[in-house]
């Protein structure tokens, strides 16, 4: 079993930044797949970001490119989503979430392990 505890959430005004981390317990996390995903009201759980189990390779939701970042630190068991430039759309609850394997995944349903999410809410 892993625990996931998500961190970081709150209130930012647009174009501000935020760091979420991830900590895990119960096992290591350097063997699993990680990812990031959101949930506003009234909308589906929306994969963020993800990032395989030694950090080669990482995915992107086209909506943060280029302003998130999804780095790993397995020495740390932690894993951290780095938000810059924040937009109203942003808002919503984050959720990280684990997946024992290798590559990247897209899909809520592929991954084993959740946490129980941080609120991210972006003030224009």
């Known amino acids: 079993q892993v625990q996931l505890v998500e961190s970081g959430g709150g209130l930012v005004q647009a174009g501000g930044s935020l760091t979420l981390s991830c900590a895990a317990s119960?096992?290591?996390?350097?063997?699993?797949?990680m990812g990031w995903f959101r949930q506003a009201p009234g909308k589906e759980r929306d994969i963020v970001a993800a990032?395989?189990?030694?950090?080669?390779?990482?995915y992107y939701a086209n909506s943060v490119k280029g302003r998130f970042t999804i780095p790993r630190d397995n020495a740390k068991n932690t894993l951290y989503l780095l938000m810059n430039n924040l937009k109203p759309e942003d808002a919503a609850v984050y959720y990280c979430?684990?997946?024992?394997?290798?590559?990247?995944?897209?899909?809520?349903?592929?991954?084993?392990?959740w946490g129980q999410g941080t609120q991210v809410a972006v003030s224009s």
């Open positions: 979430a684990a997946k024992n394997g290798v590559g990247v995944h897209y899909y809520s349903d592929e991954y084993d392990y």
């Open positions: 119960g096992r290591t996390l350097s063997r699993y797949s």
């Open positions: 990032i395989t189990w030694l950090g080669s390779n990482t």
